[in-house]
Structures are given as structure tokens and as C-alpha cells.
């Protein structure tokens, strides 16, 4: 073993032998062997992947103060994680989602495809003709190996995190082809928000509703439909965007559901499947939170993701062939525990001066805001929501004169609770590894190892896949002696044509299907277990979709 990660493993070792110290539990060795896993030659029949967006290890420590108790993931910390991108020492969830999901390291914006722009020490350079090409995914190779796919976020569906274990684009804000794609990836369960970009901000003119209608899911809207429904296909959209913050759920949308309600319902369908399954996982808002500098998003939210980790862990153990990571993509805001406050009393501040203040908040940031007033005549309601009562006069001034109301909130409630921040973007340092199950990654690893890692433990290789899943359609049809083009008389649902004699090939982006024409026949048309990927430079298709063209 490296040096730095018996160094890293040691300070761990320690870390939880002070949580042990100060009353919180930790699973015992002899716990732990009696839970250990069957190890079938490093092979897992299911894996879950569980993103906490935008968390820190400060994060969790709040959290486990405010919570009084140990964390789900306490039990199953088992290294670090290196999270920069191809370009710079600190990621954006596109390329962070992209290496966990593909095994690659790539630029800010992209999703699922490789970088153009590669300046970062250790990372390998990337040909200017693969600038952009789409690779494989761990759900995609799920989907070859015959397993049941899922993914679940509490923001749109189409956001960056889950693009990267769905769909390939080079740009994460093109949510019409992240849409499409993940619609024809057939998905088995996809649990989150975004219906919005399913129908009513389409810029293509397509109704992805209607075509969920025609593959027989079950697309459910509301938290009690989601658990009734006894679908081995479900298309869960709780909101139009995002969903509400966990803390203020229950009082501004109880209609919709849990992120560890959302885990649990997908285990439940997915291991229907005899083959395994593969599910995403992704807790948003904490890193929205972060954001916004907003302790009580971050907090809470991070404590629904630990509810779902303890979903995942409770089907886990009972399995005994399922492994389950669970990582940060990334740090964001640089919150500590401390700040100018307690500059010369830091060694004399008890856990209760952090988090008592907090404690008093009843809603994030987002769910007292919208409680004001359009006049912001009860702002010190609003407030008190957020647990900022008995307002200094310097306070509420503070707040009356406020441009930006929430930024203000955030910034008086962290100075109560000695809480500081160094910015309201991402930050670059390392962050905890968390796994349990057959397989399961330990010690100090690059965040593309995971996506090796989960890859290998299904038996596929991700560089194998994406050679049989996105070929050169162009290369591929002109060896065969066609003519190409790419069909753009719409712009927004470009098709690649390849014509050779009488016959006529057609393949639509982000959809799994191909059109064969031939003068005289009615037209054939085949769906794949893969998707068509134009990054407006190339079309890339699969090997199934060549040879049955042709």
C-alpha cells in the first residue's frame, strides 16, 4: 500500500476513534465481520452510487452535532477521494459527475463526454479528434450486462450529477438532449424533478410524456402515487425543477417525496430484477445550500442524504452482494467551524455555541423566503423561520436595507453560530470515501477510480464499452461505401443520414432507433439498448446500430 494511503487510513482510524471518544457509535469489528458481505471474486449483482452534491467533511461533523447522534455513513468511512477536473484543481458538477459516471476526467459544462481542454498535472491528454466524444457509463454497461438502471436527484432530473450516469453532452445546461436521451435510455426507474424539460420548455417540439406513455412507465407525480404504484417501470417528476429542501418538505411540499423514500421505493423495484440492478443516487440541494452559504440546506439536506445511505445499507447488508459508495463530487462554500468570532476562544467554545443557534431554524434560506411579503412587511417572521429572533437593531437594519435578503439571512444566522465561509462556489480539497459491499474502494483514489471500480465489479470495462457503444457513424458508414450527411432541416432533432444504391439509413440523436428504407419496402425500424449521440461536431452510434444498417 502507497504511503499516503496508509497515512490517510491512520488519520481515519483515528478520527473514529474520537467519535467513539465523545459518546457517538461506530460499528464494532465484531459487528462489522458479522455484516461483512459475500466477496464473490470481487463481483457485486447490484451497486448503488450515492452522490451528496457540494458536501465537506464540516458538513458532516455539523451535521453529526445536530443530529446528537452518529451518521449512517459513519459506519462505512473507508478513505478519500480526489475531485479536480481536467482543467482545474477545483471541479464543476459536470466533470465531476462525468468521472464518477465514465471513468474520465473532463472540462467545465460537459457531461459524459471527454475534454477538449486538459491543463492539470497527471492528466492524460486527449487527441483533438476525440475533443467531445461521448463515453460509456457505468449505467449504460449495467444496461448490457442485463440489469435494471435507476436514477434518483432532488433537483431536475436532467441536472449535471445525473447526466453524467445517463446521457453525453457538452454542455450540462442542454437539457433538451439530456432529456431525450435519458427518455431513450430506458431507464427503468428515474425518481426527481425536471417535468418541465419533458414537455413544456422543449425546444425540439416533442412531447417526451407521450413517449413515456408509449414504453409503459408508470410516470407518477405525487409522493403517495410513487408508493402505491407496483410498476417494474416508473418515471417519478415531483416538481417542475427542483424539489423543496427536505427541512421545509412537510410545510411547503408534502406532496412530494423523501429522498430516502424515492431510495427505498427504487431498491424495492429494481431487485425485482434476477440479474441485479445499478442505481444513482444523488442528494442536489446540499450543494445549492452551499451556494447560498446556507447552514440549514446543508445541514439538513445532508441529513435526508444519510437517511437514503441508511436505505441502501439496510438492503445491503440483508443482501450480501450489493456494494454501495457514497461520495462528495465536490467541496463548495469552504464553511468551517469557526470563524472570526472565535479567533482568540476557539479552544474555550462548546459544541452548544455552534449549534444551538441553528437549531432555532424552522426553515432554510429558500422556505422562509417564501413566506415574505411582496412589501417584506413581516420580515421579522421570515426571520424568526430562520431562526434568527430577537433581532439586534443592527440586525434588522441589516435586513431592511438588504439587496439580497436571502445572502443577508445566511450571513447573520452563520455569525451567530461562529460559522464561516470562503466563498459561495466550489472549493478543491479532498473529500471522504464511503463503501460497503463486495468490491468496495478504500484508501485515497482518483474520483474516475469509482467509476472503474463499480465497472469492474459488474464485469465490464468501460473502454471496451464505449468502443462498442459510440463509434465514428460517419467513418463507420463511408468504410461500408455510403454516402453521409446530417439531415438538419430541423434544427433541433438532427438526423444522420447514410445512403448506398436504394437504401437509406436513418438515425435520429439521442434515440435508441434506426430506420432502414429500402425502394420498394416499407421502412424497418429497430430499437438498441443504446442511445445516438450527436456533440454537434460528429454522430456517434453503436456497433449493433452499423451492423444492422447495413
Known amino acids: 500500500m502507497p504511503t499516503i ?3 490517510w487510513l491512520s488519520a481515519a482510524l483515528v478520527g473514529t476513534l474520537a467519535l467513539s471518544s465523545i459518546g457517538f457509535a461506530t460499528m464494532s469489528d465484531a459487528n462489522a465481520k458479522e455484516k461483512a458481505p459475500n466477496n464473490k471474486n470481487g463481483e457485486a449483482k447490484n451497486v448503488i452510487m450515492l452522490v451528496m452534491d457540494g458536501s465537506s467533511s464540516t458538513v458532516s461533523t455539523l451535521a453529526r452535532w445536530y443530529k ?3 451518521l449512517a455513513l459513519d459506519n462505512i468511512v473507508t478513505g478519500g477521494v480526489r475531485t479536480y477536473s481536467a482543467e482545474s484543481a477545483i471541479t464543476d458538477s459536470g466533470p465531476a459527475g462525468t468521472a464518477l459516471g465514465t471513468g474520465n476526467k473532463s472540462n467545465s459544462g460537459y457531461v459524459g463526454v471527454l475534454p477538449s481542454v486538459v491543463t492539470t498535472p497527471g492528466v492524460e ?6 475533443h467531445f466524444k461521448p463515453v460509456a457509463n457505468v449505467l449504460e454497461g449495467a444496461k448490457q450486462t442485463g440489469r435494471a438502471t435507476g436514477i434518483i436527484s432532488t433537483s431536475e432530473i436532467q441536472h449535471a450529477t445525473p447526466a453524467g450516469f445517463s446521457a453525453h453532452a457538452p454542455s450540462r ?21 425536471g417535468s418541465d424539460s419533458l414537455h413544456k420548455t422543449r425546444k425540439d417540439g416533442e412531447n417526451l410524456l407521450t413517449v413515456l406513455e408509449e414504453k409503459d412507465y408508470d410516470y407518477v407525480t405525487t409522493r403517495d402515487e410513487l408508493l402505491k404504484s407496483d410498476s417494474d417501470k416508473l418515471w417519478g417528476s415531483f416538481a417542475p425543477s427542483a424539489l423543496a429542501y427536505e427541512f421545509d418538505r412537510k410545510e411547503t411540499k408534502p406532496e412530494q417525496p423523501s429522498l430516502a423514500e424515492m431510495t427505498e421505493k427504487a431498491i424495492d423495484t429494481l431487485s425485482e430484477d434476477k440479474d441485479g440492478f445499478f442505481l444513482a443516487v444523488e442528494g442536489s440541494k446540499i450543494d445549492w445550500a452551499a451556494h447560498a ?6 445541514i439538513s439536506d445532508f441529513l435526508a442524504f444519510d437517511d437514503a445511505v441508511a436505505e441502501a445499507l439496510e438492503f445491503a447488508e440483508k443482501d450480501g452482494e450489493t456494494l454501495v459508495i457514497a461520495v462528495t463530487d465536490h467541496g463548495n462554500s469552504g464553511i468551517s467551524i469557526g470563524n472570526k468570532n472565535t479567533d482568540s476562544n476557539y479552544d474555550e467554545t462548546p459544541v452548544s455555541a455552534y449549534i444551538d443557534p441553528l437549531k432555532k431554524a424552522t426553515m432554510t434560506v429558500e422556505g422562509a423566503l417564501s413566506l415574505l411579503n411582496e412589501d417584506k412587511s413581516n420580515i421579522k417572521e421570515v426571520a424568526a423561520a430562520y431562526g434568527l429572533k430577537d433581532l439586534t437593531a443592527e440586525e434588522l437594519d441589516a435586513l431592511k436595507n438588504s439587496k439580497k435578503l436571502g445572502s443577508t439571512l445566511s450571513q447573520l444566522l452563520a455569525n451567530r453560530a461562529n460559522i464561516g465561509f470562503t466563498t459561495g462556489g466550489h472549493t478543491g480539497e479532498d473529500v471522504f470515501l464511503y463503501s460497503y459491499g463486495p468490491a468496495k474502494p478504500t484508501g485515497l483514489v482518483e474520483n474516475t477510480d469509482l467509476a472503474h471500480t463499480m465497472a469492474k465489479a459488474m464485469g465490464f470495462d468501460l473502454g471496451e464499452l464505449t468502443d462498442d457503444i459510440f463509434v465514428d457513424a460517419e467513418a463507420a458508414f463511408k468504410e461500408a461505401g455510403y454516402t453521409t450527411t446530417i439531415d438538419k432541416t430541423d434544427e433541433n432533432n438532427p438526423v444522420f443520414v447514410a445512403t448506398k444504391n436504394k437504401r437509406v439509413v436513418k438515425i435520429p440523436e439521442n434515440k435508441n432507433i434506426v430506420t432502414v428504407e429500402v425502394a420498394g ?13 450527436y456533440n454537434d461536431k460528429k454522430f456517434f452510434v453503436s456497433e449493433e446500430m452499423v451492423k444492422f444498417a447495413k
Open 521 to 533: 419496402n416499407n421502412p424497418n425500424t429497430r430499437e438498441f439498448n443504446s442511445v445516438a449521440v
Open 125 to 130: 491528454p486527449v487527441a483533438e479528434e476525440d
Open 5 to 7: 494511503q496508509k497515512k
Open 293 to 298: 452559504n446556507d447552514p440549514i440546506g446543508m
Open 68 to 70: 446528537g447522534d452518529s
Open 173 to 193: 445546461s442542454n437539457y433538451n438532449d439530456i432529456g431525450e436521451q435519458q427518455v431513450f435510455q430506458n431507464i427503468d426507474v428515474v425518481l426527481g424533478g
